[in-house]
């Protein structure tokens, strides 16, 4: 299927945001899902908006100490995955652009994603010696 | 903390403007968005090719595995049919005094990704313009018409299935010559339009294409009838693609003369 899913790509992306965050994974997000519409969509643009709300909104929970709690930073991965998914359904509906979905398949892959981001933050903070 | 948390809204907020303003010109269709994409494309699949052939090898592998002994069969069937093939050719060319020409040409082609979310709508090949494929061909499989070529860059082309909502092409029923307009439904099956409540059409008929206009030619084999409902001026029919679209792999796209 490719290399650049968009599956691959949110994750990445979360995953930055997380480590890194501030402006640096804004940007990151933007250019991501630039790319990730000049791979997959007809519409280019709108992969931008999701990612990079979902960076900057990232970056502000990682920040406060009320949601520093692990469950909570997956709950989150998973709304925000949910979210994206539900977003560019809707505009496509809107913008009556052409798609097909099947929801089981889709649910798997946010599973999917959701285990991906989770080995990557262990993956990480091994790395780093920093719990995350 | 508040500062940072502002400052980061402004650039949050000046990053979606410009996201939605590339995506209005993408909407509009601004050539340049389009341009940039065959470019990054261009670059893109090489790469993605070369990151997933260890994992295409072993797929390949594994599947060979699995299928050696039909594969061993069907071989042996293959070379047999290709020497009865081979004898009518030379026939044809001795009756024709060595003037045989083959009047249209096929160019081999393999699928290299498919949209995740229009999985029966479109598709992309391998080959592009510098194999001689051009906007509108008919693109085929083993057992029917696929879709048609709707952008072709140097390497690649975008190929519009039949199943596509998008798809509209003339064709007809085979064995009653009953008109109609076959429009994709963005799933497997096509609806066969505008046949007059009168015409004879059955379960089980062949549907084929019209060959109406300057692109996809006559006689190419679409679909067989899966139902009929006569319901007012027009019927409603369904069309069963002969193709298997959720295993498309190896395909053909044909010249025009």
Redesign the interface.
């Known amino acids: ?4 899913t ?1 599956d691959l790509v949110l994750v990445v992306v979360f995953l930055f945001a997380y480590v890194r965050g ?2 640096s994974a ?2 990151l997000s ?1 250019g991501a ?3 990730l ?10 992969s ?2 999701y990612l ?2 979902a960076a ?1 909104l990232i ?2 929970f990682h ?1 406060s100490p009320r949601f520093r709690s692990r469950s909570l930073k997956y709950i989150g991965v998973f709304l925000f995955l949910m979210l994206f998914y539900l977003f ?2 809707s505009f ?1 509906s809107l ?1 009556n652009v ?4 099947s929801y089981p398949v889709l649910l798997g892959r946010i599973v999917i994603d959701m285990l991906l981001f989770g080995i990557g933050t262990i993956v990480i903070g091994r790395g780093k010696s920093v719990t995350i | 903390m508040i500062g940072e948390i502002r400052k980061g809204w402004l650039w949050v907020s000046l990053l979606i403007f410009l996201s939605f303003l590339i995506s209005s010109l993408s909407l509009r269709g601004w050539w340049g968005i389009e341009r940039i994409r065959r470019d990054f494309l261009s670059f893109l699949i090489p790469v993605e090719g070369i990151i997933s052939f260890p994992l295409r090898t072993v797929s390949s592998a594994v599947e060979f595995l699995r299928s050696h002994s039909s594969l061993v069969k069907e071989n042996a069937e293959l070379r047999r049919k290709l020497s009865l093939v081979r004898h009518e050719l030379s026939l044809l060319k001795r009756e024709e005094g060595n003037k045989f020409v083959l009047r249209k040409g096929f160019i081999p082609c393999e699928v290299i990704f498919r949209f995740p979310d229009r999985w029966f709508s479109e598709i992309v090949v391998d080959k592009g313009k510098e194999a001689g494929i051009a906007v509108g061909m008919a693109v085929l499989g083993s057992k029917g018409l696929v879709g048609e070529v709707v952008e072709v860059s140097r390497k690649m082309a975008r190929v519009r299935l039949i199943t596509s909502g998008n798809s509209i092409i003339g064709a007809l029923v085979k064995r009653s010559r009953s008109f109609g307009v076959l429009k994709g439904m963005g799933g497997a099956y096509c609806k066969l339009l505008y046949i007059p409540e009168e015409e004879d059409v059955t379960i089980g008929d062949l549907v084929i294409t019209a060959g109406m206009g300057d692109t996809i030619p006559g006689g190419l084999r679409i679909g067989k009838v899966i139902s009929v409902k006569k319901e007012g001026e027009f019927m409603e029919v369904y069309v069963k693609p002969l193709e298997d679209f959720s295993k498309l792999r190896n395909l053909w796209i044909l010249k025009r003369r």
């Open positions: 299927m490719g290399t650049l968009p501030g402006i804004v940007f933007f899902g630039l790319m519409d000049l791979r997959w969509e007809p519409v280019v643009g709108l931008s908006v990079t709300v900057y970056d502000l920040r560019k359904f496509y913008l052409e798609y097909d979905v």
